[in-house]
Protein backbone atom coordinates (compact mmCIF):
# COMPACT_ATOMS: atom_id res chain seq x y z
CA UNK A 1 0.00 0.00 0.00
CA UNK A 2 0.95 3.70 -0.23
CA UNK A 3 0.27 6.60 1.26
CA UNK A 4 -0.90 8.39 -2.07
CA UNK A 5 -4.86 7.07 -1.96
CA UNK A 6 -4.77 8.31 -5.69
CA UNK A 7 -2.17 5.19 -6.63
CA UNK A 8 -4.24 2.91 -4.19
CA UNK A 9 -6.99 3.12 -6.75
CA UNK A 10 -4.93 2.65 -9.63
CA UNK A 11 -3.69 -0.66 -8.65
CA UNK A 12 -7.07 -1.70 -7.85
CA UNK A 13 -7.45 -1.84 -12.11
CA UNK A 14 -3.98 -3.40 -12.42
CA UNK A 15 -3.21 -5.88 -14.59
CA UNK A 16 -5.09 -4.40 -17.54
CA UNK A 17 -5.89 -6.29 -20.16
CA UNK A 18 -4.07 -6.52 -23.52
CA UNK A 19 -7.05 -5.45 -25.18
CA UNK A 20 -7.85 -2.06 -22.66
CA UNK A 21 -4.16 -1.23 -22.39
CA UNK A 22 -3.83 -1.14 -26.51
CA UNK A 23 -7.10 0.76 -26.43
CA UNK A 24 -5.25 3.06 -24.09
CA UNK A 25 -2.13 3.50 -26.39
CA UNK A 26 -4.22 4.17 -28.97
CA UNK A 27 -5.79 6.89 -27.42
CA UNK A 28 -2.87 8.47 -25.73
CA UNK A 29 -2.23 11.17 -28.81
CA UNK A 30 -5.35 12.06 -30.61
CA UNK A 31 -9.03 11.47 -30.11
CA UNK A 32 -10.02 8.29 -32.79
CA UNK A 33 -13.16 6.52 -33.48
CA UNK A 34 -13.91 2.81 -33.12
CA UNK A 35 -12.23 1.32 -36.72
CA UNK A 36 -9.16 3.98 -35.96
CA UNK A 37 -8.38 2.43 -32.78
CA UNK A 38 -8.91 -1.04 -34.21
CA UNK A 39 -6.28 -0.18 -36.98
CA UNK A 40 -4.04 1.36 -35.02
CA UNK A 41 -3.34 -1.64 -32.50
CA UNK A 42 -3.32 -3.86 -35.70
CA UNK A 43 -0.17 -1.92 -36.79
CA UNK A 44 1.38 -0.93 -33.82
CA UNK A 45 1.78 -4.77 -32.84
CA UNK A 46 2.76 -5.67 -36.48
CA UNK A 47 -0.69 -7.66 -36.59
CA UNK A 48 0.53 -9.93 -33.94
CA UNK A 49 -2.62 -8.79 -32.03
CA UNK A 50 -6.06 -8.30 -33.47
CA UNK A 51 -9.23 -7.03 -31.88
CA UNK A 52 -12.80 -7.86 -33.66
CA UNK A 53 -15.29 -5.31 -33.06
CA UNK A 54 -17.09 -7.59 -30.49
CA UNK A 55 -14.32 -7.08 -28.17
CA UNK A 56 -13.03 -3.43 -29.25
CA UNK A 57 -16.91 -1.91 -28.56
CA UNK A 58 -17.12 -4.13 -25.45
CA UNK A 59 -13.87 -2.91 -24.31
CA UNK A 60 -15.08 0.99 -24.75
CA UNK A 61 -18.67 0.28 -23.28
CA UNK A 62 -17.02 -0.89 -20.28
CA UNK A 63 -14.11 1.57 -19.98
CA UNK A 64 -16.54 4.49 -20.96
CA UNK A 65 -18.38 2.90 -17.32
CA UNK A 66 -14.91 3.28 -16.29
CA UNK A 67 -14.45 6.67 -16.23
CA UNK A 68 -11.00 5.29 -18.61
CA UNK A 69 -12.39 7.41 -21.32
CA UNK A 70 -15.29 9.46 -22.90
CA UNK A 71 -17.25 9.80 -26.44
CA UNK A 72 -15.77 13.02 -27.43
CA UNK A 73 -17.88 15.71 -29.01
CA UNK A 74 -15.12 16.58 -31.07
CA UNK A 75 -15.16 16.02 -35.00
CA UNK A 76 -13.40 16.49 -37.74
CA UNK A 77 -14.28 18.18 -41.05
CA UNK A 78 -17.47 16.63 -42.18
CA UNK A 79 -16.51 16.50 -45.49
CA UNK A 80 -13.54 13.81 -44.56
CA UNK A 81 -15.98 11.87 -41.69
CA UNK A 82 -18.52 9.80 -41.48
CA UNK A 83 -21.03 11.27 -39.09
CA UNK A 84 -21.91 8.49 -37.74
CA UNK A 85 -18.78 7.66 -36.04
CA UNK A 86 -18.55 8.37 -32.28
CA UNK A 87 -14.92 9.17 -30.77
CA UNK A 88 -13.01 8.93 -27.98
CA UNK A 89 -10.61 10.21 -25.78
CA UNK A 90 -8.69 9.35 -22.10
CA UNK A 91 -10.00 11.06 -19.35
CA UNK A 92 -7.35 12.00 -16.71
CA UNK A 93 -8.03 8.42 -15.08
CA UNK A 94 -7.24 6.88 -18.05
CA UNK A 95 -4.48 8.45 -19.18
CA UNK A 96 -2.42 7.66 -15.68
CA UNK A 97 -3.81 4.07 -15.80
CA UNK A 98 -2.17 3.87 -18.78
CA UNK A 99 1.41 5.50 -17.72
CA UNK A 100 0.70 2.99 -14.69
CA UNK A 101 0.47 -0.14 -16.35
CA UNK A 102 2.85 0.86 -18.86
CA UNK A 103 5.71 1.34 -15.48
CA UNK A 104 4.54 -1.74 -14.39
CA UNK A 105 5.68 -3.64 -17.69
CA UNK A 106 8.44 -1.65 -17.80
CA UNK A 107 9.37 -3.10 -14.37
CA UNK A 108 8.62 -6.90 -15.54
CA UNK A 109 10.86 -5.93 -18.94
CA UNK A 110 13.78 -5.24 -16.81
CA UNK A 111 13.38 -8.61 -14.09
CA UNK A 112 13.82 -10.33 -17.83
CA UNK A 113 16.84 -8.89 -18.63
CA UNK A 114 18.23 -8.82 -15.90
CA UNK A 115 17.43 -12.65 -15.75
CA UNK A 116 19.00 -12.80 -19.44
CA UNK A 117 16.02 -13.63 -20.87
CA UNK A 118 15.45 -10.35 -23.05
CA UNK A 119 19.17 -8.97 -24.24
CA UNK A 120 20.21 -5.83 -22.15
CA UNK A 121 19.32 -2.81 -23.22
CA UNK A 122 22.16 -0.40 -25.34
CA UNK A 123 22.82 2.80 -23.58
CA UNK A 124 21.73 5.90 -25.85
Do not use: N
Not at 40 to 45: F, G, P, V
Not at 75 to 81: A, E, H, I, T, V
Request: cysteine-free; hydrophobic content about 40%; charged content about 30%.
Amino acid sequence: MTDDPSLESLDSYLPLTPAVFHILLALADEEKHGYAIMMEIEARSRGAFRMGPGTLYGSIKRMVGSGLIVESDWRPDPRLDDERRRYYRLTELGRRLAVAEAERLETLVQAARIKRLLPAQEAI
